[in-house]
């Protein structure tokens, strides 16, 4: 499935639902859906994204589900009975993280703790530093385990699996992904 540029223009500001199933353990929280996310309402699904690809390769997935045609009923089934979730910080739609205002991640930061109060998965795993400094206002937070919890929840910052971001391979981002799925009890 491909898009022109003007189809893709048309999802901005749209909306993707979130994934999540009974006894969630991990909950995976994007930035915000790119354009390609909403087109096909499926998360992570720009072809190029390593987000799929790093689960797989980390054991967090049985299988690479492939989403850049949208997620089908099976692979959903099959997140959901791992008991993996993803949501976004952000609702609405973009072309990029960076059209996103400051106050747009600080509600969403709001917003996100009272769905993890709400759903209670055991950890909860923010893709991108950069985000997560923003929308929390901790301007030096790093990678992996956070000192504080979002709503008693345990959380980690994960690399963003964004083709765009270059720092991170698909080994290192398997192994960052890893990491919370363990102690998630996912892995």
């Given amino acids: ?17 979130d994934l999540v199933g009974p006894g969630l353990r991990l909950l995976f929280v994007g930035i915000n859906p790119g354009l390609w ?3 096909t309402g499926a998360h992570f699904a720009r072809p190029g994204n390593r987000f799929y690809p790093a ?11 492939r989403a850049g045609d949208g997620m089908g009923d099976a692979d959903r089934g099959h997140l959901i009975s791992r008991r993996i979730g993803i949501t976004n910080l952000v609702a609405r739609a973009t072309a990029r993280a960076d059209e996103l205002t400051a106050g747009e991640l600080r509600a969403g930061a709001l917003l996100l703790e009272e769905r993890v109060a709400l759903w209670r ?3 909860v795993a923010i893709a ?5 400094r923003h929308a929390f206002g901790i301007p030096k937070a790093t990678l992996g385990r956070q000192p504080n919890d979002l709503a008693g929840v345990e959380l980690w910052v994960v ?3 964004s083709g765009l971001n270059a720092h991170h391979d698909l080994e290192a981002l398997a192994a960052a992904y890893a990491a919370p799925a363990r102690a998630a009890g996912v892995l």
């Avoid at 499935?1 to 639902?17: E, K, W």
């Avoid at 991108?128 to 997560?132: I, L, N, P, Q, R």
Wanted: aromatic share 8%.
């Fill in 1 to 17: 499935m491909g898009f022109t540029r003007a189809q893709l223009l048309a999802f901005r500001d749209a909306t993707v639902d």
């Fill in 128 to 132: 991108g530093v950069s985000a997560y």
């Fill in 121 to 123: 998965p055991r950890v």
């Fill in 37 to 39: 996310t909403a087109a």
């Fill in 55 to 65: 689960l797989a390769a980390a054991g967090i997935t049985r299988h690479q589900i």
């Fill in 159 to 161: 690399p963003n699996p």
